[in-house]
């Protein structure tokens, strides 16, 4: 996934990046709780954990996990609006990855958050009558209905 | 027709100063535990 250029580009933009082989650095592991490779982890300054990425993906549905995180961390740090963008990126352009669903009820939430319009929760349940129906996110969404 | 340009990423592997970096910068700090060859 590493020799994507969408990838490369967005790690190279938005990360500190730092690699750590299994064999040589299990105080990291174990420092992380990391117990399985590939685990990726996305954390803040005070090292506390912000996002998890568990297992081997293809490129476009890594880069989705990837800006998911990235939103989760504005998302964090109270940047909703910066969120929102980051999450509406990847119901736009990575659609058909698993992420684009969860995306979805995250940007709503977002939007929620910076506008405190309950308006915005309506409409992203709305959003999933017409698409990831079957998903997880369309039922967390349900009750917004 | 036009060819992506994959950018080498400038991994390291010291955490506490990827840590450091990251107070400076605000950009979180990506962590790839790995068992591929590096």
Known sequence: MYPEARVSAFINTNFIPVRLHVKNHADEMKRFGVDWTPTVLLVGADGKELYRIEGFLPADDFLGQLQLGFGHAQFTRGNFEDAERQFRDVCEKLSGTDAAAEATYWAGVSRYKSSNDAAALKATAQAFKDRYQNSIWAKKASVWA | ?38
Not at chain 2, 3 to 30: G, M, Q, Y
């Open chain 2, 1 to 38: 027709m036009a060819t992506a340009t994959t950018e080498a990423i400038p991994w390291t592997e010291n955490v506490d100063r990827a840590l450091a970096e990251s107070k400076k910068t605000n950009k979180p700090v990506l962590l790839d535990f790995t068992a591929a060859p590096m």
